[in-house]
């Protein structure tokens, strides 16, 4: 082989290998937006232009330490009792060094958690989904879609004592409000018990006015889900926000249009008076994280992308929490 084949050969390996090299880095670049634009709410004084969803395995550094403006948390770091945070704990974690945070806590309104101070084993002893003989009367049968979490007729007054007593410990532990889950339960009833959207619209209600006669009028009200009932002016009117799971992405499959123009509707009756509106997601790929926040951003809600199993804190270099 000739001096000149030799030098050709380097030079085409030369070559190859710097494309190998640059093509990742090419990729990485047009992949990597800018920062994106922010969206905001005010809440009580508060300007809030990013939250956090997590809710299982909570570690109190994690979370004084995050720039986060809103959190929203279990009340307790192992979701049962031994685990429940004092007012300490979270006055501690509100901190973020030069700022503060709000500290929301989760509660579920429209199920029954079997990990929770309120649960009996005796319900369900042999753990086949369905209450046994002596269990409360609210109780129903177990959720297939998520093990250890039980229906409620939510409309009985004895369940609604329960979530009272729930309430009380959260107040007494010094969160700035709640995160109410499992609104949605009316629809499973719609065919049990008559009107139970205007049940669980009074249930919302008695709620809000609760803590915040107990606390102040400050005291921040969330719910998750059942954006139909947003058309309600007495639902509307005692909510401070509403958060929303799965509205452009269901995991990594996109929602139907229609389904995202309905949900978007109910939401903007919300951002028109001032609500604030949180997104929640689970697309798992960079790019249809990027793409949720950007079509969060273009409606005006702030977007927040997480694993379904909520055990991790998560941060996104195109939308960092300030």
């Known amino acids: 082989m000739n001096k000149k084949a030799v030098l050709m050969i380097f030079l085409i390996l030369f070559l190859i290998s710097g494309f190998l090299i640059a093509t990742p880095l090419i990729s990485i670049l047009l992949l990597t937006p800018n920062k994106l634009q922010r969206i905001s709410f005010a809440i009580n ?10 809710l299982q395995d909570i570690d ?16 307790s770091s192992n979701s049962n009792e031994t685990g429940e945070f004092s007012a300490q704990d979270i006055n501690y974690m509100k901190s973020s060094g030069d700022a503060r945070k709000l500290l929301i806590a989760y509660i579920s309104i429209g199920e029954a958690e079997n990990y929770r101070f309120y649960w009996n ?23 297939p879609e998520w093990s250890g979490n039980y229906k409620v007729k939510f409309w009985m007054i004895e369940w609604q004592h329960v979530i009272f007593q729930y309430l009380d410990r959260i107040i007494n532990a010094s969160f700035d409000g709640i995160y109410m889950d499992i609104i949605d339960a009316y629809e ?5 018990t008559s009107h139970s959207d205007w049940k669980m619209i009074n249930f919302v209600a008695n709620i809000s006015n609760y ?33 929303r799971e799965d509205l452009f992405y269901m995991d990594n499959s996109p929602t139907s249009k229609v389904e995202q123009e309905n949900a978007i509707s109910n939401l903007n009756l919300a951002r028109s008076i001032n609500k604030t509106v949180l ?13 949720f926040y950007k079509k969060c951003i273009a409606n005006g809600f702030i977007p927040y ?10 941060e996104y270099d195109f939308y960092p929490p300030t």
């Open 45 to 54: 004084g508060f300007t809030i232009d990013d939250f956090a969803y997590w």
């Open 60 to 75: 109190n550094e994690t979370v004084r330490n995050s720039k986060y403006d809103l959190m929203i948390i279990d009340y």
């Open 121 to 143: 084993e005796s319900w369900v002893k042999n753990n086949d989904g369905f209450p046994d003989a002596g269990a409360p009367s609210w109780l129903d049968v177990e959720n």
């Open 188 to 192: 499973y009833y719609e065919n049990i």
């Open 211 to 243: 803590v915040k006669s107990t606390v102040s009028s400050n005291f921040i009200v969330f719910v998750q889900n059942a954006d139909e009932l947003l058309k309600n002016n007495t639902y509307i009117n005692c909510i401070d926000g509403i958060g």
């Open 279 to 291: 997104i929640i997601d689970y697309p798992q790929s960079y790019s249809l994280k990027l793409d």
């Open 305 to 314: 992308a997480a694993d379904r199993e909520l055990n991790s804190l998560k």
